[in-house]
């Protein structure tokens, strides 16, 4: 080595020259620098970055490693290795990479909340909320660390420490918008619409442009009743987008709320000309019709009817049970089961009960065995389905689908409130445990009811209805735009229910 060198200075010259982009002057100060001084690991590191300017990926990795074993208590060179794995799609070795930067500088907030963040993309949550979580105490000042472990919570269904993470990232924050919009979106989730609408509010003034900020501030009154607020607010996203059809979906609700029939029709012939089978629209089509009649138009009464597209089977017992009756008592065991370790799953049309979610997840050999059943059951109804007519419901059969499988748990005095499946095309019930007062009461006590109005709208007429008496055993096909309830009832037994919808895949997915 040149006594007379000085390697500092060539440092100096060498973050001047990237610091201008001149790439030609960096890598003549580099390469003299290796000659001067071989084992130096800012040369490495430099030359590295000159080959990842120059998009030669690989060089730059391996001339970063090399720096990285010349100087293993450097952080920033393991820091810059895991930047590139990660650019590189090479996601296990960005982790491990910012694994060593926090172990050697634990000091620094950075690497551990970067950690987590790969953690995040990778999909390993639950990995990621442990890193977060540390980081979050160590660094409490910190919003992003805070922000990233409400999205690790969230992934891992833990709506509640979510909503603490997220509002705390907001405090800590309050300019930055995609805090304040994470925080106004998960308050909705759990049902906090007031709440969520005092998120949003002051967001939405501050970002008017932002109309996915306005879709959101709009939903959250509509769930409180102030179906006037939500109705101007999808009014204001209709003006700058016409053919905007969910929004159009949602004034059309909101009009029925305030009786505005008139308002809803004209926008349900909107909806159905750009859509003539969106599901929501047919269901409600049905109530705007019986409240703005239009002699013009066919009312479209007979796809409403609950003998004509309803339909009920018995399934057969499952290999390995000696009985549909033992099926179902463990069926009802493992469904309760799952009840008890699972976090409640809100559901706005439930009263006195509890959801399990996503039956596919869950445990044990009987729930298996009617999922399977339920797939082989759909799967052979919805080809073969032979339609009394057509409709712009059987002209949308899907081709594939995806089937969402869940049970519902009802107590004494539970039930749920008239609605729809507007995202599926056909959805279907089986019952595995019924209370032994079924039927009580004015004769209907925890039946399955359809055609009666969602309470919400402002309905003027009388609601004509059927009922499908329940049965363990029973399995029950219909339409997803029927709207439906189950009556309320006494006991002081279970009522458990599998519910289950099939919805449309895109074309080639």
């Known amino acids: 080595m040149n006594p007379s060198f000085d390697a500092r200075a060539a440092i100096l010259a060498i973050e001047k020259a990237l610091s201008a982009g001149d790439l030609n002057a960096a890598e003549k100060s580099v390469t003299n620098l290796l000659a001067e001084a071989p084992g130096n690991p800012a040369a490495y590191y430099f030359q590295s970055i000159l080959h990842w300017q120059r998009n030669r990926h690989a060089d730059a990795i391996q001339w970063l490693r090399r720096a990285e074993k010349a100087a293993p208590t450097e952080p920033r060179f393991p820091f810059e290795l895991s930047q590139m794995l990660h650019a590189m799609g090479d996601p296990d070795g960005a982790i491990e990479a910012m694994r060593r930067t926090a172990e050697l500088a634990p000091s620094a907030p950075e690497p551990i909340i970067n950690l987590g963040a790969l953690q995040l993309q990778a999909g390993q949550h639950a990995d990621a909320a442990a890193t977060l ?77 932002e109309l996915e900020i306005v879709e959101r501030l709009g939903f959250a009154p509509a769930q409180t009743g102030d179906a006037k607020a939500a109705g101007e607010l999808h009014a204001r996203i209709l003006a700058a987008q016409p053919d905007n059809v969910p929004i159009r979906q949602r004034l059309m609700y909101n009009q029925m709320q305030l009786g505005d029939w008139p308002g809803a029709a004209d926008n349900c012939r909107r909806i159905l ?157 089986y019952y595995a445990r019924l209370p032994s007062t079924l039927g009580g009461g004015d004769g209907h006590d925890g039946w399955l009811e359809f055609g009666r109005a969602p309470e919400r709208l402002a309905t003027t007429q009388t609601d004509d209805v059927d009922f499908v008496e329940p049965e363990a055993g029973l399995l029950v096909l219909f339409p997803s735009y029927l709207h439906h309830r189950t009556v309320p009832f006494t006991s002081d037994d279970r009522r458990i229910s599998i519910a289950f919808d099939c919805e449309p895949k895109p074309a080639g997915a």
């Open 133 to 209: 979580e540390m980081a979050a105490r160590s660094f409490p000042a910190r919003a992003d660390a805070h922000f990233n472990l409400g999205v690790a919570f969230k992934h891992l269904g833990r709506l509640g420490d979510a909503r603490e993470a997220y509002a705390k990232a907001a405090a800590l924050d309050p300019a930055n918008p995609q805090y304040q919009f994470a925080l106004g979106n998960l308050l909705i989730e759990v049902q906090a619409y007031g709440e969520a609408v005092d998120v949003l509010a002051p967001l939405s003034r501050q970002h008017p442009n």
């Open 273 to 429: 000309a750009a859509d003539p089978g969106n599901i929501a629209t047919l269901g409600y089509r049905k109530f705007i019709r019986r409240e703005a009649p239009d002699e013009t138009a066919d009312d479209g009464a007979d796809i409403y009817a609950p003998s004509t597209w309803v339909r009920t089977m018995r399934l057969p017992t499952p290999p390995g049970f000696a009985s549909l009756a033992a099926f179902n008592e463990q069926l009802s065991a493992e469904i309760l089961d799952a009840a008890r370790r699972q976090q409640p799953a809100p559901a706005i049309s439930l009263h006195n009960g509890k959801i399990v979610s996503n039956l596919k997840d869950c445990e044990g050999d009987a729930i298996a065995a009617l999922v399977r059943a339920i797939e082989e059951t759909v799967g052979q109804y919805i080809p073969g389905y032979d339609a009394p007519f057509a409709t712009p419901w059987t002209a949308r059969r899907p081709a594939a689908w995806e089937t969402y499988i869940w049970s519902t748990v009802l107590q004494s005095e539970g039930f749920q409130n008239s609605h729809m499946h507007p995202s599926a095309w056909l959805s279907g019930v």
